[in-house]
């Protein structure tokens, strides 16, 4: 089988991961890379020998193209997403799908309009970690869930904003690059989330987006939750420094970033340490926990992600993460801005 000729919009940080997993894959190749026209651009183009185009337009029309790969900084994605439905390419949209919700809806009903194969780059769908966690939670072992803890910390060196300055900037900021893969990650274990709460800072940066959030979620099954993000904090209470799925990240063994309660038990993830009554005794705080520490298994979800876009732009797989499972994450997102702003509990609305 022929490989497919993929595009890559935008070589920054997360671009340059998608390049090297096409460039490394024996089903996909780079057939461009898009972005613009500078001296480190030509170079990563030139490492790839395939031609830079400096417009998605550009790209399309120079030949042929299987699918395109979008990590443009996020107030990009819905005009060269546009460009790729309205031609009938198959378009993976790094997360957020849009900056906004308006945008967001305009561009489902877009895809919608023309058939379109829109996947959006929540890659943590494909962890096998979260696969095992969802096992735990659907088997019962925890009882009915009651509560999630949450934390996204991490410090975030100056040259990080240095390289892309619109991470500082409305369009930016840890809500959209990373609490939104947590929103993901957290409708998936505890269940679709209806309200939220939340206050914000950024006096540690100072930038004109928030560098720390406080959040509180009410899920529709009862639960409740807490969450912290920070992108100034220095701890490993992060998705990146303890999963280990990401060798560029140091990792700390001994370190979890979610703790997921229930009636009967609780799960520490991403360490798989369960602490639950036996089966047959009746939860009372007198009574001791079974422990157990779950086996797992660690892939690359970006290259699982990769893997399934493939399937995705031949037909042989539905998205798993749609364009109106990227509008929901957003959804949440929105909310948490609005909650911080009103001081309210603000409630998700379909």
């Not at 898009?34 to 001296?39: F, G, S």
């Not at 696969?131 to 910390?153: H, N, P, Y």
């Amino acid at each position: 089988m022929n490989k497919l000729r993929l595009a890559v919009v935008g070589p920054g940080l997360i671009g340059r991961k998608h390049l090297r997993l096409v460039a490394d894959s024996d089903e996909v190749e780079v057939h461009s890379v898009v972005a613009p026209d500078d001296p480190e651009n030509h170079r990563i183009a030139y490492f790839y020998a395939v031609p830079m185009y400096e417009t998605i337009e550009q790209c399309l029309d120079s030949g042929h193209v299987d699918g395109v790969i979008i990590s443009s900084p996020n107030q990009f994605h819905f005009q060269q997403a546009s460009v790729c439905i309205k031609a009938n390419i198959p378009v993976l949209i790094e997360k957020p799908i849009t900056v906004d919700l308006t945008e967001g809806v305009a561009l489902v009903e877009l895809a919608k309009k023309f058939s379109a194969k829109v996947l959006v780059g929540h890659h943590r769908t494909y962890s096998p970690l979260l696969k095992t966690a969802q096992e735990v939670i659907t088997s019962g072992r925890l009882g009915r869930l009651v509560s999630v803890a949450g934390s996204a910390q991490f410090y975030k060196p100056s040259q990080y904003f240095k390289d892309g300055p619109w991470r500082s900037q409305h369009g930016g900021g840890p809500l959209l690059i990373n609490m939104i893969h947590e929103v993901g990650n957290l409708r998936t274990l505890i269940g679709e989330i209806s309200a939220v709460q939340a206050i914000a800072s950024s006096k540690i940066r100072n930038f004109a987006v928030e560098d720390t959030v406080a959040i509180n979620l009410v899920f529709e099954n009862g639960a409740l939750g807490t969450f912290i993000l920070s992108d100034t904090a220095a701890t490993p209470k992060s998705w990146e420094q303890t999963s280990q799925e990401n060798p560029r990240f140091p990792s700390y063994a001994d370190e979890d970033c979610y703790i997921i309660t229930g009636t009967r038990g609780t799960l520490s993830f991403p360490r798989m340490h369960i602490k639950a009554y036996p089966e047959h005794v009746e939860p009372s705080w007198w009574e001791p926990f079974e422990q157990q520490i779950l086996p797992v298994s660690r892939l690359d979800p970006l290259k699982c992600q990769l893997d399934h876009f493939v399937k995705v732009i031949r037909g042989e797989e539905k998205p798993l993460v749609s364009a109106e499972e990227g509008i929901k994450n957003l959804q949440v997102i929105e909310a948490i801005r609005k909650a911080i702003e009103t001081h309210a509990l603000v409630a998700i609305k379909d």
